[in-house]
């Protein structure tokens, strides 16, 4: 075992066992930490992470005395974490969180308060559901109805409150009294649960929400399939096996109990992720054995309706029936889809009748699906088939020369035809060749989602290159910022990424944010940018080529100005004076303007200039050509600093709307906090930084050193290699 951190005398330890959860665990460790006044301690148990999960724990014990970091030989399961994190604990109270969840603004400071107030036992909490798509569901707890304090058998509604251990602070006194261990596998809060409250004697309800119980999309053990859901049963035999008949209201609550393991069976017999079609038989035989071996003499309360039907199924052991009644039941759900379904189709065929020749490709691109795949084509395309551009073609280039068996294909659209480099070669987006390569290829490469209409064949391998580390919120992470929200079908989202293959990325950080924002069944190649292959392999000849190319004289100053598009202020670009910015860079600079990609499509870009020493460069065909001209950058929230850094030259953020920038669009990280370089607020700011010489100072390489260590460790002029070699190579 490996020990960090540590000191403090605790009301409460929060123990958080953690396994791969990097997508997650800092909003899980921000929330225990926020509060400051109530004096706690944070015990994380590392089980063997694989994805840097551990390098974020070391990060957090190394700035903050309250986190203790554990590290265990091998991979155990979160219930030996739990122990192994008990056993160290020193707090008066103990709260096991896990490390995918999160807690409520306020909670730790009420809990602190309710244990001052009525010095509990144990504490119960209660939890909101939050689902991938944003919804929220609250839990159907009456807390309010409980009396304040009180032992299980005065208040027996307490059982049907969830059954796990984050919801719950417990006097950690108690829980080792009880001998409570956790054992490997799933369904252990069961008896963790039930022992607790009858071992209670002081119970309270605290009617606050206190955990956000995360619902996740993809990686949750809840959605896996397999055998691993028998465990179940063992688990509540543990709960009828230990259970003491001499306490008060033993009978009641052992009728409760039993009710209560039964409702339990069927969510998870119910729930087809859970089980395959080969065990639910088995499983139901095991809901049989059990239901007579614990049924209490007296009897239960059997629920009414459709819940007593399906008891009697179980005591029955009539699996086919039990089969058969939901199987009637999806019908008449399905019926109802088909009909709904119907009138869509309808309406739809009315729609592209009215659409004419786009039906007709449509249709011939369905006809297309149907016949064979061609495994040597690869279909390449970027932002919105703008051109050949960005990561795709990175990858395209390599694949030439280490894969020359794969047949590499552009799609672009008309009017950008002229940009692609000679040779080659091309498909119109939106004509009949487009969706003839469409419907044929075996690998799509792109820097966006295909469009809505695209199918995943089977076998066919799709590629997400991105085209920027993120800065701005995306994804599922965008609903939290309503006010830039241009897509808010977050389903959508979903479903054109649930198209993905791989998605590349260009750090450690990235892959955390887009595995966040995207919960996706995708792999993630962790690679480095291909588009920065260039830049890292770049030569001092090949710049002074690119420099004589753009006209520049040997020694010119030459700073490239590149902001970033507010898609949620439609016109708006910072405040900018060229001839000023210009001249603060010296008598001789030249200053290289370029707008952002999107002004392409909207038609929204700045008015162009006209200066002496000033050059509207937002036509020129390759963004990494002006990299390799600049000697500096000034930029705000755009994705390029993360490229430029690889060329290791200072950059400078003017950040002028920093505050409502991050307040309505939503950004990962503070850029000003940890800027890749000198920041300028205000265009004053910006020119005195020139004038000063802070763009290029001690502080301003510090900045940028440490932040090439985070974004750019990766950019070794290998990427698109390693990319090539992982899809098309195998």
Not at 176 to 189: P, S, V
Not at 226 to 239: C, L, P, S, Y
Not at 439 to 444: E, R
Not at 526 to 547: I, S
Request: with cysteine; glycine share 8%.
């Amino acid at each position: 075992m490996a020990e960090s951190g540590g000191g403090g005398s605790p009301l409460i330890s929060f123990i958080v066992p953690v396994f791969n959860v990097r997508s997650y665990l800092r909003q899980c460790l921000d929330s225990i930490l926020a509060d400051q006044s109530v004096p706690i301690e944070l015990i994380a148990i590392d089980d063997k992470s694989t994805d840097g999960s551990a390098d974020i724990l070391a990060e957090y014990a190394a700035r903050d005395p309250r986190v203790t970091v554990l590290t265990v030989e091998h991979n155990a399961g979160q219930g030996p974490a739990r122990n192994r994190g008990l056993s160290v604990a020193t707090g008066d109270y103990v709260w096991f969180v896990d490390s995918d969840d999160y807690l409520s603004d306020g909670i730790v400071a009420a809990v602190a308060a309710r244990i001052a107030h009525v010095d509990p036992d144990v504490v119960v909490v209660d939890h909101v559901r939050e689902h991938w798509d944003g919804t929220i569901d609250r839990s159907q707890n009456r807390f309010a109805a409980a009396p304040e304090v009180f032992v299980l058998h005065e208040w027996p509604q307490a059982i049907e409150i969830l059954h796990t251990p984050w919801n719950k602070i417990i006097r950690r006194s108690l829980l080792l009294a009880t001998g409570f261990e956790f054992k490997t596998g799933w369904y252990e809060d069961v008896p963790f649960t039930y022992r607790v409250l009858m071992a209670a004697d002081r119970i309270t309800l605290l009617d606050q929400v206190g955990v956000h119980y995360r619902q996740r999309r993809v990686g949750a053990a809840t959605r896996t399939v397999g055998e691993g859901h028998f465990a179940i049963f063992t688990n509540w035999a543990e709960v009828f096996d230990t259970f003491d008949d001499s306490r008060p209201g033993a009978e009641q609550l052992r009728a409760l109990l039993f009710r209560r393991m039964l409702w339990h069976f069927l969510i998870v017999r119910g729930n087809d992720d859970r089980l395959p079609d080969e065990m639910r038989g088995r499983f139901f035989a095991e809901m049989t054995a059990h239901y007579h071996r614990y049924l209490p003499p007296g009897g239960y309360p059997v629920p009414g309706g459709m819940d007593g039907i399906k008891h009697r199924l179980v005591a029955g052991g009539r699996h086919r029936t039990f089969q058969a009644l939901r199987f009637g039941f999806r019908r008449a759900q399905d019926a109802k889809a088909t009909s709904a379904v119907a009138v869509r189709t309808a309406r739809r065929g009315k729609k592209a009748a009215r659409l004419g020749r786009a039906a007709a490709l449509r249709a011939y691109y369905h006809a297309e699906l149907r016949r064979p795949r061609d495994p040597h084509l690869a279909l390449f395309a970027a932002y919105w088939y703008r051109g050949y551009a960005c990561n795709p073609a990175a990858i395209y280039e390599k694949a030439k020369e280490l894969a020359p068996g794969v047949r590499g294909v552009w799609v672009v659209r008309r009017d950008k035809v002229d940009t692609l480099p000679p040779g080659v070669p091309y498909v119109i987006a939106g004509t009949r060749a487009y969706f003839q390569a469409l419907a044929q290829a075996t690998y799509l490469v792109n820097n966006v989602n295909w469009p809505n209409y695209v199918v995943k064949r089977e076998g066919a391998t799709h590629v997400m290159t991105h085209h920027g580390t993120p800065l701005k919120v995306m994804g599922l992470d965008q609903r939290d910022y309503p006010g830039g929200v241009q897509d808010p079908d977050f389903a959508g989202q979903m479903r054109r990424a649930d198209r993905w293959d791989y998605s590349i990325t260009a750090n450690a950080f990235t892959t955390q944010m887009w595995e966040r924002a995207y919960p996706c069944h995708y792999r993630t190649l962790e690679t480095g940018y291909p588009r920065n292959d260039r830049l890292a392999l770049a030569t001092p000849d090949e710049v002074a080529a690119v420099r004589e190319k753009l006209g520049i004289e040997p020694g010119q100053r030459v700073v490239l100005y590149a902001a970033t598009h507010r898609e949620h202020l439609p016109g708006y670009h910072p405040p900018f004076d060229p001839e000023r910015v210009r001249a603060a860079a010296g008598s001789a600079a030249v200053l290289l303007m370029r707008s952002h990609y999107f002004h392409d499509r909207s038609g929204a870009a700045p008015d162009p200039v006209d200066l002496p020493g000033v050059r509207d460069v937002s036509a020129y065909p390759s963004v990494e050509d002006l990299y390799l001209a600049a000697d500096v950058l000034v930029t705000d929230y755009s994705s390029v600093m993360f490229d430029y850094a690889v060329l290791d030259r200072p950059i400078v953020i003017y950040a002028p709307d920093w505050d409502a920038y991050r307040m309505i669009r939503g950004v990962y990280f503070d850029v000003v906090a940890e800027p890749p370089g000198a920041v300028a607020l205000t265009l004053d700011d910006l020119l005195d930084t020139f004038r000063s010489g802070a763009f290029d100072n001690d502080a301003a390489t510090k900045a940028r050193a440490e932040f090439r260590r985070k974004f750019c460790s990766l950019e070794d002029g290998r990427a698109a290699a390693r990319v090539v070699e992982t899809v098309f190579r195998g």
